[in-house]
Nanobody, 120 residues
Framework: QVQLVESGGGLVHSGGSLRLSCVASGSIFRVRTMAWYRQVPGKQRELVAH???????NYADSVKGRFTISRDNAKNTVYLQMNSLKPEDTAVYYCKVDYTDSGLRYLEVWGQGTLVTVSS
């Protein structure tokens, strides 16, 4: 069984910064793509950023130039550095990891979510 533990959410003023972390543990043969999503109540969950194992990245237009996703393969950890935060960034942020297990099955797992609140 694979689990994700997220941390780093909280309350910050507009223009401030936060860094989210997500650690994957359990029966993982290889971590593949790692990603951050966010969701506001009443709206669909949206992709914020993802990073492939080879470190290629992709960002939502709304966060380009402000957020940076990175990963540490040795620690099975993905980070999201969020700068110049805006009130519209307020959401629950979820980590998602695609991985291969010991049976070489392609699987995915979601974190429990961490709340980011940006005050104006």
């Amino acid at each position: 069984q694979v689990q994700l533990v997220e941390s780093g959410g909280g309350l910050v003023h507009s223009g401030g910064s936060l860094r989210l972390s997500c650690v994957a543990s359990g029966s993982i043969f290889r971590v593949r793509t790692m990603a951050w999503y966010r969701q506001v109540p009443g709206k669909q969950r949206e992709l914020v950023a993802h990073i492939a194992r080879g470190d290629s990245t992709n960002y939502a237009d709304s966060v380009k130039g402000r957020f940076t996703i990175s990963r540490d393969n040795a620690k099975n950890t993905v980070y999201l550095q969020m700068n110049s935060l805006k009130p519209e960034d307020t959401a629950v942020y979820y980590c998602k990891v695609d991985y291969t297990d010991s049976g070489l099955r392609y699987l995915e797992v979601w974190g429990q979510g961490t709340l980011v609140t940006v005050s104006s």
